[in-house]
């Protein structure tokens, strides 16, 4: 669960609240379709806290909630090893 904040301010205070009630907490910049303002993007706090209580302190601080789910990256898997000489089909060696 995301809460999404404008205000530094906000953000902030809402993230020393989370850690202080002991919840893992990671305060970032979200960059939205079609901003290119860097000092106008919003403030975007990623935590392990219930839902209601992110809800509590998204209402206290004139945020809101981003239910959107956010992908992790897949893995980069390693390619398979191409052959060292053509295939033969139809003659035999």
Known sequence: MRGIFF?????RGAE????????????TRVRFAGEDDDEGHPWAITTDAPEIV???LVDRY???L???VVETPRPVLAPEP???????RHRPD
């Open 7 to 11: 205000d530094e301010e906000s953000a």
């Open 16 to 27: 020393r609240k989370l850690v202080a009630d002991g919840y893992q907490v990671e305060l």
């Open 54 to 56: 992110l809800e509590l």
């Open 62 to 64: 004139d945020g809101w």
């Open 66 to 68: 981003d239910d959107e």
């Open 82 to 88: 191409l052959p060292d000489a053509p295939r033969r």
